[in-house]
Nanobody, 120 residues
């Protein structure tokens, strides 16, 4: 059973930085897309950043381009989200998600989420 465990959230002042970590265990495929989503109160969940294993392509949501960076440590099975120049509107629960491809089917898995609060 694939599991994702996020960590690294917390309270930070505007302009500050945080690094989120997502530890993935139990993956059965070398073909996957892994990334970060976030959901603020009263808003829909939105994509923040994702990384595709097939070609190492990376995509960012428009609101975080130039401020956030996704990366991975394959040896440790960890995906990171470095968040810089944080703004109050970045406040949300951040979720790690992996879409794993097995044969011709895709399987989605989510972590439990970690709270990020940007406030002075």
């Amino acid at each position: 059973q694939l599991q994702l465990v996020e960590s690294g959230g917390g309270l930070v002042q505007p302009g500050g930085s945080l690094r989120l970590s997502c530890l993935a265990s139990g993956s059965r495929s070398d073909y996957y897309t892994i990334g970060w989503f976030r959901q603020a109160p009263g808003k829909e969940r939105e994509k923040v950043a994702c990384l595709a294993s097939l070609d190492n392509s990376i995509h960012y949501g428009d609101s975080v381009k130039g401020r956030f960076a996704i990366s991975r440590d394959n040896a440790k099975n960890i995906v990171y989200l470095q968040m810089n120049d944080l703004r109050p509107e970045d406040t949300a629960v951040y979720y790690c998600k992996i879409q794993e491809r097995l044969g011709h089917k895709d399987y989605d898995y989510w972590g439990q989420g970690t709270q990020v609060t940007v406030s002075s």
